[in-house]
């Protein structure tokens, strides 16, 4: 056993170098100054990460394919090296804090709704779970309930540099807390560029790059739609008025903190 972990361990050293040989550090190796987004599953992630990749980067987001967004904004849960494109990256997460993690954008969306189109998810990925299990237990759930996950970050315990967007804030008026980024992250960008990267990043844009591009993850079936509605109280249709209570009894302090009760 000991030598197949050492040869695992020098395995894995040779695909490090090489990748760093090649300009690619490991996706762990951050820098003080990058800035996580940081958000319950389904929050809004993947759409912050289109939108930051057209402030950032002044591209055309409008026909950016999942692939290149990965590059520029990676996802630490999908990739195990990253290249740095600039001084400051942009990297997309649902983890809870942690130290290296100096510089936050936290997503925040209605638990219910998250709550509602994660569960749609895993029924798109053919996962053997119930919503009530998902609720009550946290079964399936990552890294925990929505309640849980929300406390953490709330409560800072790394004292990190934290700006908080709210999904429905962000569907009222994307201008409104785009801008809110562009300051919190020292971005040079002009309203036009702005506006260009909501026009690029539209539900139906969105929808659109989904049907023309796919996504750059190979546990996704192709057939499924993972850019679902985007609508505010859509758990009303979607779950039941008794796991809604249960919920909301789990939830109550973080619900109302945001306005959401």
Not at 182 to 189: I, M, N, Y
Not at 208 to 234: C, H, L, M, P, T
């Amino acid at each position: 056993m000991k030598r197949i972990l050492k040869f695992d361990e020098r395995i894995a050293q040779q695909t490090e170098n090489k990748m760093r040989m090649n300009n690619f550090l490991p996706i762990t190796e951050t820098k003080p100054q990058d800035i996580f987004i940081a958000g319950f599953p389904k929050s809004g992630n993947t759409w912050m990460q289109n939108l930051i990749a057209g402030l950032q980067y002044g591209i055309e987001t409008s026909m950016l394919p999942d692939s290149l967004t990965q590059e520029l904004i990676p996802d630490v849960h999908g990739k195990q090296y990253y290249k740095r494109f600039h001084d400051v990256v942009f990297f997309k997460t649902h983890e809870l804090p942690r130290k290296e993690m100096k510089r936050v954008i936290h997503l925040v969306r209605d638990g219910r709704d998250a709550m509602a189109s994660y569960y749609a998810m895993h029924q798109a990925m053919k996962k053997q779970v119930t919503l009530k299990e998902m609720v009550l237990e946290g079964k399936d759930v990552y890294p925990c309930r929505w309640h849980e996950h929300t406390r953490i970050w709330l409560d800072n315990p790394f004292n990190a540099e934290i700006l908080i967007i709210k999904y429905e804030d962000l569907i009222q008026d994307a201008f409104k807390e785009l801008k809110k980024i562009v300051e919190f992250a020292k971005l040079s960008c002009t309203d036009d560029l702005i506006y260009k990267a909501i026009e690029g990043n539209s539900f139906e844009q969105m929808k659109k790059k989904e049907k023309e591009f796919g996504w750059n993850n190979k546990e996704w079936d192709a057939n499924e739609d993972f850019i679902r509605k985007g609508k505010v109280g859509s758990y009303k249709e979607e779950i039941s008025v008794e796991l809604i209570q249960s919920f909301e009894s789990l939830s109550k302090v973080e619900l109302e903190f945001f306005n959401y009760l």
